[in-house]
Nanobody
């Protein structure tokens, strides 16, 4: 059974940091690119960051460049999102996504974790 389980969300003050984790099970993690998406109330889901299956390449949305870092540990079947210098506009539900490196239509989603940035 495929599972993506996010954790690490919560309430943080502006300027603070959080580290999200997404633990994967039920598929061959090392052949999937991993991404973090987010969706704020009343807005469409947007891509935040992507890392290739080997971890050799990453991409970020302009809004988070220089503040967020995506990484993965293929031995632990886990992808991370380190979020620093958080802003109120980063408030959203954050979702983990796995996409097969060749068969792009094969992808899986986690259930999401809430991140709230507020004083």
């Amino acid at each position: 059974q495929v599972q993506l389980v996010e954790s690490g969300g919560g309430l943080v003050q502006p300027g603070g940091s959080l580290r999200l984790s997404c633990a994967a099970a039920g598929f061959t993690f090392s052949i999937y690119a991993m991404s973090w998406y987010r969706q704020a109330p009343g807005k469409e889901r947007e891509l935040v960051a992507t890392i290739t299956n080997t971890g050799g390449s990453t991409n970020y949305a302009d809004s988070v460049k220089g503040r967020f870092t995506i990484s993965r540990d293929n031995a632990k079947n886990t992808v991370y999102l380190q979020m620093d210098s958080l802003k109120p506009e980063d408030t959203a539900v954050y979702y983990c996504n796995a996409q097969h490196r060749i068969f792009k239509a094969t992808n899986y989603w986690g259930q999401g974790t809430q991140v709230t940035v507020s004083s």
